[in-house]
């Protein structure tokens, strides 16, 4: 990480809630209490930082999608910069009840929504009755408050990421229902035990949410520059081994004779006479018994 624990002490990290809202089971991660207002210790919000970090950029660079969910005041903007800077889907207007647990339906929505978007780039819209289109209008607005940041949503996350998971209680139960990891910031009035992978600090300060939030999308951006580099070295690899096989299948097999104009070349080299040795003229063969032949009439006639 890029940061230290005096960066975290700058940007108010370590404050708390009052004493009399604290939960007691967050006191592992209270460092003590002054002037009636808990005090985090940030080597633990430090580690735990960077534990949650590594875990996500593992997930990504696997291929899993991180849920980023913010949608109180101080954190809607900050969940929107991270969200559109590492491709990952957010929440940040509202949480709309069964986003997890009912996804089929959420599904069939989001469809309706991409179809209305669509009709308004190619101009179809436009060309609706007004009654219809202001009524389609109507119904694209309140479904951008919905699903904003969840069109690229196509299935159950892999983990979520929660700014405040007292607030943000539902999307906490709906996700250990699920059994999809949870990473959150947690405060000291929230029960850390709800959360795979808790971060304790303030959740309320913009710059407190700020910082993590600049660490998390680190950590984001570097798993998608992994998963994209394992990509494509296996789209590479893919290649190269199409490319052997091929010049595997046009390699002439040694059995295989080659043929020049209908005539084979290994029959022709084996019919051509060895230079070192060459043939006997048949003519003379021919005048040698002919020669024995006059010889034999020769004493023949002697003898009579």
Same mark, same amino acid.
């Given at each position: ?12 990290? =370590?404050?708390? =809630?009052?004493? #009399?809202?604290?939960?007691?089971? $967050? ?5 003590? =209490? ?10 633990? $919000? ?7 970090? /590594? ?9 899993? #999608?991180?849920?980023?969910? *913010? ?25 709309? *009840? ?10 069939? !929505?989001?469809? #309706? ?7 308004? +780039? ?6 609706? =009755? /007004? ?24 299935? %159950? ?5 929660? %700014?405040?998971? /007292? ?31 808790? %971060? ?10 700020? %910082? ?5 999308? +680190?950590?984001?951006?570097? *798993?998608? $520059? ?7 070295? #296996? !789209? ?31 029959? *022709? ?20 018994? !002919? ?9 023949? !006639?002697?003898?009579?």
């Amino acid at each position: 990480m890029n940061i230290t624990l005096r960066d975290l002490l700058d940007a108010g990290v =370590h404050f708390g =809630h009052q004493r #009399k809202r604290w939960n007691p089971r $967050s006191r592992d991660f209270v460092f003590g =209490h002054l002037h009636g207002v808990s005090v985090i210790d940030l080597e633990k $919000s430090y580690a735990g930082l960077e534990n949650a970090g /590594k875990f996500m950029e593992d997930l990504v660079a696997g291929g899993g #999608k991180v849920l980023l969910v *913010g949608t109180k005041r101080q954190a809607q903007e900050i969940i929107r910069e991270a969200g559109h800077a590492t491709g990952m889907p957010f929440a940040a207007n509202r949480w709309l *009840g069964g986003t997890l647990t009912n996804f089929q339906t959420i599904k069939r !929505s989001l469809a #309706k929504y991409k179809k209305y978007k669509a009709m308004e +780039e190619d101009g179809s819209l436009s060309k609706m =009755h /007004k009654k219809e289109e202001a009524a389609v209008r109507r119904e694209m607005s309140r479904m951008h408050r919905n699903f904003e940041g969840l069109l690229e949503l196509t299935e %159950i996350p892999a983990a979520l990421f929660v %700014i405040d998971i /007292k607030n943000e209680e539902i999307a906490v139960s709906e996700a250990r229902r699920l059994g999809v990891p949870v990473v959150g910031i947690v405060d000291t009035n929230a029960d850390p035990s709800l959360v795979d992978y808790p %971060i304790p600090g303030n959740d309320d300060a913009v710059k407190s949410i700020r %910082i993590i939030m600049d660490v998390v999308t +680190e950590y984001l951006q570097n *798993g998608v $520059s992994q998963r994209e580099t394992r990509t494509a070295n #296996k !789209s590479v690899s893919a290649a190269a081994r199409e490319r052997i096989e091929r010049m595997q299948d046009i390699e002439t097999p040694e059995d295989d004779d080659v043929t020049i104009e209908g005539e084979s070349l290994s029959s *022709g080299l084996k019919e051509k006479p060895a230079a070192d040795s060459p043939p006997v003229p048949e003519r003379k063969a021919e005048s040698r018994e !002919s020669e024995k032949q006059a010889e034999g009439d020769g004493e023949a !006639s002697k003898e009579k």
